[in-house]
């Protein structure tokens, strides 16, 4: 049996694709039927909690930044702001600069910045003994 409050979001929800109930749930139907071919949003996630391009996600960066040192919050979760390995590791002259700042600063593992390069982890915890 269903409860007062399913009502109350599925109403809301159609009110969103029309007035009446009865264009809303074709307009819904039609909504659905366009996302079958697309590609599932949850690839794009941020840290498994943003969804959005870069401008969207720097928004949200004070927010998160104070979550850093929250232990109980994931850590994939508590990075969601921090930079792509591309803007990180490309086109960079110091290898061991950009990966201190890769795995140190922004939290990315050896192995996610060894695999950005095509090298071995180790090659890259040494690089970061140079720094």
């Not at 029309?18 to 809303?24: G, V, W």
């Not at 928004?59 to 919050?73: G, H």
């Not at 702001?81 to 795995?103: G, M, W």
């Amino acid at each position: 049996m269903s409860t007062p409050s399913e009502f109350l979001t599925t109403d809301w929800i159609l009110s969103q694709f029309a007035a009446d109930r009865p264009s809303a749930c074709r307009q819904y139907v039609e909504f659905v039927y366009e996302g079958f071919d697309q590609p599932s949003p949850w690839d794009s996630l941020r840290g498994g909690v943003l969804l959005g391009d870069d401008e969207f996600v720097n928004r949200f960066q004070p927010r998160l930044t104070d979550k850093e040192l929250l232990a109980e919050v994931p850590r994939s979760q508590r990075l969601a702001h921090r930079p792509d390995l591309d803007v990180l590791l490309a086109d960079q002259v110091e290898r061991p600069v950009a990966a201190h700042e890769a795995h140190v600063v922004w939290g990315y593992t050896l192995k996610e910045v060894a695999s950005y390069w095509g090298i071995h982890y180790s090659t890259v915890s040494r690089m970061l003994r140079q720094c």
